[in-house]
């Protein structure tokens, strides 16, 4: 069974705070991974599709690093605003017809 | 402006019932997914489907049934409805040979009493 996971599981950070999270995944038979936000009353929506590994990918104060050998990549989001709250969701791509394996997600919070 | 679009935002049927979740997309995209969402345990794959009248199980499809009979179009079907399935329902559509990335509909939260 192909595992995703998450961590923290929470996060409650003050206005102006950097921050990141964790998603570790199957370092064998990797094609992509996804990362999502998902804000309340809305659909998830794609951040970054991250193929390589020691891919880079940056959105605005949002940017994510990739390492497949480990298994493992980094959300970071600098200056957070409170627009940022949301569920930060990871996604194992295998290469398998498209389906994609999530991890549980990470909950962030931004206080004004 | 891409587009996935679920029947209802919010439905509550009776244990028993037959319950049809609708699934529209108008980005011609092969792919189709069915997710539910509960808490602690993330998004779960029900069913999906790679082409009409295709389909797959993921890794819940007990309880539930899928229809494809148009490009546009997934349905989820509760063939009799229990309180365990009360969850989020989630549709979500991809592009074969792109980078696989899913567009997702707006949910069904679905009760069942």
Known sequence: ILNVEQSPQSLHVQEGDSTNF??????SNFYALHWYRWETAKSPEALFVMTLNGDEKKK?????T???KEGYSY???KGSQPEDSATYLCAFDGGSQGNLIFGKGTKLSVKP | DVKVTQSSRYLVKRTGEKVFLECVQDMDHENMFWY????GLGLRLIYFSYDVKMKEKGDIPEGYSVSREKKER???ILESASTNQTSMYLCASSYTGGDGEQYFGPGTR????
């Open chain 1, 75 to 77: 959300l970071y989001i």
């Open chain 1, 60 to 64: 605005g104060r949002i940017s994510a």
């Open chain 2, 36 to 39: 539910r969402q509960d808490p």
């Open chain 2, 110 to 113: 679905l009760t069942v009493t």
């Open chain 1, 66 to 68: 990739l390492n497949t």
């Open chain 2, 74 to 76: 997934f349905s989820l």
């Open chain 1, 22 to 27: 964790t998603c570790s995944f199957p370092s």
